[in-house]
């Protein structure tokens, strides 16, 4: 167990609509990454947040959003579901950034999301 | 972004015998280099990572190599073992040598062949 909650586990839903995904960090981590993992796209970064502040951007789309709350938990958003957006989305989380200490991700156990 | 590129996607090897999975990337400012090995159904999960200020590090039958000239890097796996069978993921910094979100390669399916 790495320590990082995802719920839900799986969550089936229909084309067009909008579902949140949760993430609750390792204790003591005050940075959140979510990636998306597909069998075409592979392992690809979303976004990171930081102590609450949106920190990087990756290949995120315009339609997904996320936040970080002051507690640290941090939720992805998915709207105007398409076919394509099936996939599993996973959370990681670190101790912080920082250019000197290395920066070791430890992963939740996902999300599988099914768009039917 | 940092770009990286892992071959092969696919290395069957006997019980026993080394398996080596090459990487290569983009970014000169990259200073982070993790692997990643993940079950089937499974989390992501570090077995092994590298800075750039170093060229080697060992831990028991895993091993990576960074070649900072080059840019590439490798894993290293001897006495293969069947719980070795997995996807192996390398790794690098989004965006070059920040502590950000990372760039994965398309992954290697390792087999282990009793």
């Known amino acids: 167990d790495s320590g990082v909650t995802q719920t839900p586990k799986h969550l089936i839903t229909a084309t067009g609509q909008r579902v949140t995904l949760r993430c609750s960090p390792r204790?003591?981590?005050?940075?959140v990454y979510w990636y998306q993992q597909s069998l075409d796209q592979g392992l690809q970064f979303l976004i990171q947040?930081?102590?609450?502040?949106?920190?990087a951007k990756g290949n995120i789309l315009e339609r997904f959003s996320a936040q970080q709350f002051p507690d640290l938990h941090s939720e992805l958003n998915l709207s105007s579901l398409e076919l394509g957006d099936s996939a599993l989305y996973f959370c990681?989380?670190?101790?912080?950034?920082?250019?000197?200490?290395?920066?070791?991700?430890?992963f939740g156990a996902g999300t599988r999301l099914s768009v039917l | 972004g940092e770009n990286v590129e892992q071959h092969p996607s696919t290395l069957s090897v006997q019980e026993g015998d080394s398996a080596v999975i090459k990487c290569t990337y983009s970014d000169s400012a990259s200073n982070y280099f993790p692997w990643y090995k993940q079950e089937l159904g499974k989390r992501p999960q570090l077995i092994i990572d590298?800075?750039?200020?170093?060229g080697e590090k060992k831990d028991q039958r895993i091993a990576v190599t960074l070649n900072k000239t080059a840019k590439h890097f490798s894993l290293h796996i001897t006495e293969t073992q069947p719980e070795d069978s997995a996807v192996y993921f390398c790794?690098?910094?989004?965006?070059?040598?920040?502590?950000?979100?990372?760039?994965f390669g398309k992954g290697t399916h390792l087999i282990i062949q009793p």
């Open positions: 990681a989380s670190s101790t912080g950034f920082s250019r000197i200490a290395k920066n070791i991700q430890y």
């Open positions: 204790s003591g981590d005050l940075s």
């Open positions: 947040y930081y102590n609450g502040e949106e920190r």
């Open positions: 790794a690098a910094p989004y965006s070059g040598g920040g502590a950000d979100g990372l760039t």
């Open positions: 590298i800075r750039s200020n170093v």
